[in-house]
T-cell receptor, first 111, second 115 residues
Framework: GEKVEQHESTLSVREGDSAVINCTYT??????FPWYKQEAGKGLHFVID?????DRKQSQRLIVLLDKKAKRFSLHITATQPEDSAIYFC??????????FGTGTTVSVSP | GPKVLQIPSHQIIDMGQMVTLNCDPV?????FYWYKQILGQQMEFLVN????????KSKLFKDQFSVERPDGSYFTLKIQPTALEDSAVYFC?????????????FGKGTRLTVV
């Protein structure tokens, strides 16, 4: 079945810098790649997604890139702020089936 | 925005007892999911449910687990009997469709502690 690897388990950045989280997937049929944010003790909050018909998507300070050939996608958080500190999960849809998640990246933004 | 509600937020149960976790999905959604999160990190898929049936389940969805949504009420995860390794946060999710980029909405989770 689909495996999603999230390469950075922790990421520490200074406020204003960019944070980049990289994920790879195995199922070539996957076509939908959402990102979720989880703040301490809370549930998952959708932040941004990308579909396989595009290779880049931006929403305010968030940019998602998708490289289908390499089966790799990444989340770029630009101009980071302290409230960006959280655990970020990437996911892939297994070719239209239930989402499979990466292992999570703990992002810490220091002032 | 659309909300998935989970009741209760915390549950402590003696090993061997039965527990039912309740989820109130987004009202017009048709697909329902349970995920298990261990140690605040790994989100593991358990099961998805559509039209009254389990569509897909993972290896983590043991025989002691069952799901149902009787008459459009709560979508429930029942564990009977519970084991210590069932301690985790369980997240319910729902979506209008599946695949083709349909957004999946998650609840805030139920923290289950088996003692």
């Amino acid at each position: 079945g689909e495996k999603v690897e999230q390469h950075e388990s922790t990421l520490s950045v200074r406020e204003g810098d960019s944070a980049v989280i990289n994920c790879t997937y195995t199922d070539t049929a996957s076509s939908y790649f959402p990102w979720y944010k989880q703040e301490a003790g809370k549930g998952l909050h959708f932040v941004i997604d990308i579909r396989s018909n595009v290779d880049r998507k931006q929403s305010q300070r968030l940019i998602v890139l998708l490289d289908k050939k390499a089966k790799r996608f990444s989340l770029h958080i630009t101009a980071t702020q302290p409230e960006d500190s959280a655990i970020y999960f990437c996911a892939a849809d297994q070719g239209g089936r239930a989402l499979i998640f990466g292992t999570g990246t703990t992002v810490s933004v220091s002032p | 925005g659309p909300k998935v509600l989970q009741i209760p937020s915390h549950q402590i149960i003696d090993m061997g007892q039965m527990v039912t976790l309740n989820c109130d999905p987004v009202s017009n959604h048709l697909y329902f999911y349970w995920y298990k999160q261990i140690l605040g990190q790994q989100m593991e898929f358990l099961v998805n449910f559509y039209n009254g049936k389990v569509m897909e389940k993972s290896k983590l969805f043991k025989d002691q687990f069952s799901v149902e949504r009787p008459d459009g009420s709560y979508f429930t995860l029942k564990i009977q009997p519970t084991a210590l390794e069932d301690s985790a946060v369980y997240f319910c999710a729902s979506s209008l469709g599946q695949g083709r980029g349909t957004e999946v909405f998650f609840g805030k989770g139920t923290r289950l502690t088996v003692v």
